[in-house]
């Protein structure tokens, strides 16, 4: 065995029995989710007679939705100083609506599901990710943000699979396969209720709201550089929606489009982990650099030929750049925040990385259907150049490194 080897399986020795927990959570969860996400726009479409414009509706109203939540929850939970309940509840949300795409009539159905389902996924995310930071080591954060990412990815490249194969298995019953969607789910749920105990937290003896300003002055400088360097990471990366059509376009087999994001999300999961293993011992500005050439590198070979291989090799390295980046930003907002204000630190950045990941998606959208795919892949390369700038001016704090 290998020195490098041996350190990580020391590592994950170590880890926090928590962190498994949340990983295998939001594993278990996010098989349930794909499983229905992967297929909804054709169900809409090819069963309940929707339009594309529909279709685009119904996901912007979804996304706006857990936005709007995100920030509220991380506060909440703050204020409460109790993080578990609220993760819990948003877990439990997100399992509940499962039934629902599997009974719908009609778009409404649909619309009340998936809204509900973003409400639930605004109200976990913020507590969850304040609960890794709670229950992890100073020194073991990177890490323990990159498994917890690691195994998110794995249920984000499970749940497309295992819906494809029941779909070939059952001559495209779109319903049933929604049905086996609500066991993972319900299995998430469950998990988390009985296998996380969360750490007893300090209570102020007064109360006071998270997102007053004097409590937001000491969300300080370093941390504010985050969230913005993490908007624009979100203009640069725009959504994964963009790969799907970019393979459309070389001429891979519809029913094998959807394996691309599989192979993505597979290269995510395999990376995450080491890198952020890597975060815990390495400056985390020049991490952030590596992951934005990258990026730069994914989008100009994305940008330069739509042949099978070549979007393959654009794919695989924008999962390496999110393996790089994604855990790596919330360790950074661990170290940036003070521990009573994480969970609105981490709402606070998901709501503007989520809206400028609206922006960019809205304009990367426009620039394809005026100019081609090629501007949109060269204008996330700019975005990349511009985050490279903010890195460079960076601000000198103790908390970044």
Request: with cysteine; net charge positive; glycine share 10%.
């Amino acid at each position: 065995m290998s020195d490098s080897e041996h350190k990580i399986r020391t590592t994950l020795s170590q880890m926090p029995p928590g962190v498994w927990v949340l990983g295998m959570v939001s594993l278990l969860m996010d098989v349930s989710s794909e499983m229905i996400h992967s297929l909804l726009p054709l169900f809409m479409v090819t069963t309940l007679g929707s339009s594309a414009f529909t279709v685009g509706l119904v996901e912007g109203l979804a996304e706006s939705t857990a936005l709007i939540v995100k920030i509220f929850s991380g506060a909440l939970s703050d204020y409460l100083g109790k993080r578990k309940g609220l993760a819990l509840f948003g877990y439990a949300l997100g399992a509940l609506t499962k039934p629902l795409f599997a009974i719908a009539p009609g778009i409404g159905l649909v619309l009340t599901a998936r809204l509900l389902d973003r409400v639930g996924k605004g109200m976990r995310g913020a507590p969850r990710d304040a609960l890794v930071a709670d229950i992890t080591p100073a020194h073991m954060r990177g890490a323990a943000f990159g498994l917890r990412q690691a195994l998110d990815t794995v249920g984000a490249f499970l749940g497309p699979l295992l819906a494809v194969g029941l779909m070939l298995l059952w001559s495209n019953d779109f319903r049933a396969v929604f049905w086996v969607a609500v066991i993972p789910g319900l299995m998430a749920v469950a998990l988390l209720f009985f296998g996380l105990r969360e750490p007893e937290h300090p209570r102020p003896e007064k109360r006071s709201n998270p997102i007053r300003r004097e409590n937001l002055k000491r969300l300080g400088t370093g941390y504010w550089w985050v969230v913005g360097i993490g908007a624009v990471f979100a203009l640069a990366r725009f959504s994964e929606a963009f790969l799907v059509l970019r393979a459309q376009q070389g001429g891979i087999p519809v029913a094998l489009v959807p394996l691309v994001m599989v192979a993505m999300n597979l290269i995510y999961a395999l990376s995450a982990y080491p890198f952020g293993k890597l975060s815990d011992r390495m400056s985390h500005g020049k991490l952030l650099a590596l992951g934005l050439v990258v990026l730069i590198a994914a989008d100009l070979v994305l940008g330069i030929n739509d042949h099978w291989w070549v979007v393959l090799g654009g794919v695989a390295l924008w999962g390496v750049h999110m393996g790089i980046t994604q855990g790596l930003l919330a360790t950074m907002v661990a170290d940036t925040a003070p521990a009573d204000l994480r969970g609105t630190a981490y709402g606070f950045f998901n709501l503007v990385s989520g809206v400028a990941l609206l922006i960019a998606s809205a304009l990367a959208g426009l620039l394809w259907d005026r100019l081609g795919a090629i501007a949109t892949f060269y204008a996330g390369a700019a975005f990349c150049v511009i985050a490279l700038v903010g890195l460079m001016r960076r601000p000198r704090a103790p908390s970044l490194r």
